[in-house]
Each structure stands twice: as C-alpha cells, then as structure tokens.
C-alpha cells in the first residue's frame, strides 16, 4: 500500500510542476489523472510480484482441515 502512495503522490506532483507553466487548469486536471495511473500501475506491479504466494490456496485448506479435525 506504501508503494502505491509514494508512487502516486510525487508522479502527480510532478505532472502538476511540469503543466503548470503551460495552464493552470490543465496542471489540476494532468496531476490526479497521473497519479492515478501510477498508482494503478504500482498496483499491478505488487499483484504481478506476489501472484504466486496468492495462488497457493492449498496451504488455507489444509490449515482448516487440521482445525477442523482437532
């Protein structure tokens, strides 16, 4: 979650710096528009990085089968 934050944060800042000697009101619309999008793709890059521990749903089953029999 961090990473999304502190990807989407200064990318739309940035975006707003950049734009804001061309027109105000485009740097208000290009900043959030751009920190969404880095936000989404900080998001991608976290479920591409921890797919394969959500995969393994195996593990959850077994644990429950043991509480279950106990």
């Known amino acids: 979650m961090f990473l999304i934050i ?7 800042l940035l975006a707003m ?13 290009a900043g959030p528009l751009v920190g969404s999008v880095t936000g989404f ?8 990085h921890r797919g394969s521990e959500w995969k393994s749903d195996s593990d959850f089953d077994q644990q429950t089968d043991a509480m279950v029999g106990a």
Request: net charge neutral.
């Open 17 to 29: 710096s950049f734009t804001a000697s061309t027109s105000l009101l485009l740097a208000l619309m």
């Open 6 to 12: 502190f990807a989407a944060m200064p990318a739309g």
């Open 41 to 48: 793709c900080a998001a991608l890059f976290l479920a591409w």
